[in-house]
């Protein structure tokens, strides 16, 4: 933040240096904030990395691993509840995918909106039954609960 602060005098600084010049290096400037804006915000922040194939989903939270089979996944909802620690502007909802695989295992997979239309995309693909309305449901909404995407009680596919 201080060297966007610094860069924003500076260019201030050189609009009135060079009045002919005074909108393109505002417009130059202005463009690079939203590129830096914009690279930033693809950054997820309730989780360190997430990598997505066509077989697996290794998710790297902010206190573990996992590796997730998409065929042994037995029962995948999305949630929407109170987060656990609340913000500045008090508590809010946090969305999350919840994942039981076939061993009973549980995993907690965060919400964000880099990688939320590339989950839905390879949740549907090898989920036979997956339920793409429940899951946009729980997407759009705006208040909490439970959405139950692929129903919990049938057998992985083989």
């Known amino acids: 933040m ?3 602060g610094l860069a924003t005098v500076i260019v201030f600084i050189s609009g009135k240096l060079w009045p002919r010049y005074e909108s393109a290096i505002w417009a130059v400037f202005l463009i690079a904030v939203a590129l830096y804006i914009c690279l930033r915000l693809r950054q997820p922040v309730n ?3 997430i990598v997505i194939s066509e077989e697996t989903i290794e998710y790297v939270g902010l206190g573990s691993r996992d590796v ?3 065929d042994a996944i037995a029962k995948l909802e999305f949630v929407r509840e109170e ?3 609340p913000d500045l502007h008090g508590p809010y909802l946090e969305p999350k995918w919840v994942i039981q695989t076939a061993s009973g295992a549980h995993v907690e997979i965060m919400d964000e909106w880099p990688h939320r239309m590339q989950l839905l995309r390879t949740f549907r693909k090898p989920l036979p039954g997956f339920d793409a309305a429940a899951a946009k449901k729980g997407l759009k909404a705006r208040r909490g609960g439970r959405w139950l ?3 919990g009680g049938h057998s992985p596919r083989p």
């Open 149 to 151: 995407c692929f129903p």
């Open 68 to 70: 997730i089979r998409l």
């Open 2 to 4: 201080f060297f966007i």
């Open 47 to 49: 989780y360190k990395s």
């Open 83 to 85: 987060a656990v620690f």
